[in-house]
């Protein structure tokens, strides 16, 4: 009876530390350093169904839709499955992400993930030619990712991701490697879900390109020399942006073709204040769902906040497949909006 209890108790324990957590965040703001990081894209989370709900998803082990928030989310489930996500994000940049899981039977879950971020072309301007010089620039960044998830017992499951991140500003770019590390726990089969995160984990990097190599005159005042000395412009290392999260997600069954999703998430990010993002999804006879939640509570100078959307899950002879889109609000900014496309067989 005894072992009974101290078992019972573990769960208890990590809801208390998790629930003070999501209590303390908006109480443990620090002076903000946005811009300060390298792969700001890194931070635009992919899954159109956990965007419409607050992108609380760091408490979400149903499968490759939570692995951005929490590398162990898909450690549980089964089969192979395949995500596609497209964002329109601000000024008509475009957003993709790509991923894809397979079972390596008692070892776990491999999965892969592919996330791109484009500008298009953008006109080069001067002081001197304001209205442009007449050549055009890019801004792109790719991340690749390989992670790997299992289930330690039948109730804690762990993971972890390896990605290569580069950032390319016309001919220039930096590139670094960083890590995930997560853990999921269920409180009961069918009930609390536990969460927590720590993302993007890396080493800084610095710009290199031919954009940086000029020609100088060592001595502009003297005549007669070299007026023209090959040379090479340094930027500062640029830390990549970590964030930890913690959160909960909580079913609830209203009737036999009717559930509810919770979800609740406290952040803390390296060049950011501590905020808190929530929302719930209404799921019918497993085929809609409609979903609202509310992002980035009590982060300084938040541009983010309400947001929902909807989904459609259906099933063929040999595959199911979901369809899910997500809007999200911005105070000063543009709306953006999320298309994703999951199947599984």
Known sequence: MSARVRIGARPLSCAVLALAALALAPAARAQTKTGTTLGQFLMIEPSARIAAMGNAGVAFDGGLEGVYYNAAA?????????????????????????????SVGSWGRLYGTITSLGSGEIDVRTVDQPL???ERFTVSDVAIGLGYARPITERFAAGLVVRYVQESIWHNSASTVTFDVATSFRVAPNGLRLGSSLSNYGTSATFDGRDLRITYDNDPNRSGDNGALPGLRFTQDYAVPVLFRVGLGMPYRINPDAQLWF????????????????GVELVYRDMAALRLGYQSLFEQDSEEGLTFGAGFHGNLERFDYRLDYAWAGHQRLDSTHRLGLGVSF
């Open 74 to 102: 898909g450690a549980r489930a089964t089969g192979t499955e395949i995500l596609f996500s497209h964002a329109e994000w601000f000024a008509g940049i475009r957003y993709d992400y790509v991923a894809a899981a397979f």
């Open 132 to 134: 442009g010089t007449g």
């Open 263 to 278: 979800a609740v998430d406290a952040a803390h990010p390296s060049d950011n204040s501590e905020s808190v993002s929530g």
